[in-house]
């Protein structure tokens, strides 16, 4: 069965930083593209960022340009994130998600593009 498991989420304050992390299992995702997604109360889930299973390929969204970074592990099977200089429009429930292509070619950035995804972990940005 395949699981995604984000962690490190929590409440933190504007301006600050945070490094979320994201660990799949029953599945290596080594070589299939991955990102992370994020959706406020009452608002769609929106694009945070992307990385190609070569790593050579990122995209950022709109929203966190500039402060963001992503990252992967292939032999941890992890990605992470990491976003700074946050904002108090930066809460949400932060989701990972995995392709389940092998070697794409095409690095999604709509929620069709991943059909696993992990259960989310909530940041919280205080003013």
């Known amino acids: 069965q395949v699981q995604l498991v984000e962690s490190g989420g929590g409440l933190v304050e504007a301006g600050g930083s945070l490094s979320l992390a994201c660990a799949a299992s029953g599945r290596a995702f080594s070589q299939s593209n991955r990102a992370w997604f994020r959706q406020a109360p009452g608002k769609e889930r929106e694009f945070v960022a992307a990385?190609?299973?070569?790593?050579?390929?990122?995209t950022y969204g709109d929203s966190v340009k500039g402060r963001c970074t992503i990252s992967r592990d292939n032999v941890k099977n992890t990605i992470y994130l990491r976003l700074s200089d946050l904002k108090p429009e930066d809460t949400a429930v932060y989701y990972c998600?995995?392709?389940?292509?092998?070697?794409?070619?095409?690095?999604?950035?709509?929620?069709?593009?991943?059909?696993?995804w992990g259960q989310g972990t909530q940041v919280t940005v205080s003013s």
């Open positions: 990385i190609s299973w070569t790593t050579s390929g990122i």
């Open positions: 998600a995995a392709d389940a292509v092998v070697f794409g070619a095409i690095l999604g950035v709509q929620e069709s593009s991943y059909p696993y």
